[in-house]
């Protein structure tokens, strides 16, 4: 399986806490994205304003969408989307 950039990746992350709040493991059992990588990118996008912590203890993180992060997921990723067709493209 090809890597993905690390806008897919976020772009992933951001539609994943479009429902709802959820733990960073829930977070990387449904994109596919390895635990410590999703702590990484969920990191980046609590210092960027786009989402925040709702409980940090020693055992779970849990994040929620901020208004910006929600504005954010609802845009079309094109640049994400132009991605992964070509690299779709490249593979057949």
């Given amino acids: ?6 806008a897919a990746v976020r772009h ?4 994943c806490l479009v429902s709802g709040p959820k733990t960073l493991n ?5 994109t596919g994205v ?6 990484r ?7 960027q304003g786009l989402a925040r912590r709702i409980l940090s203890t020693r055992y779970a993180v849990i ?4 208004p910006r992060g929600k504005e954010e997921a609802s845009q079309s990723y094109s640049a994400t989307s132009k991605e992964n067709h ?7």
């Fill in 26 to 30: 829930l977070m990387s059992r449904l």
């Fill in 63 to 66: 994040i929620e969408l901020t």
């Fill in 41 to 47: 990118h969920a990191t980046w996008l609590c210092e």
């Fill in 86 to 92: 070509l690299e779709n493209a490249s593979h057949k």
């Fill in 12 to 15: 992933d992350l951001l539609q």
């Fill in 34 to 39: 390895v635990w410590p990588a999703v702590k």
């Fill in 1 to 6: 399986m090809p890597r993905r950039s690390f």
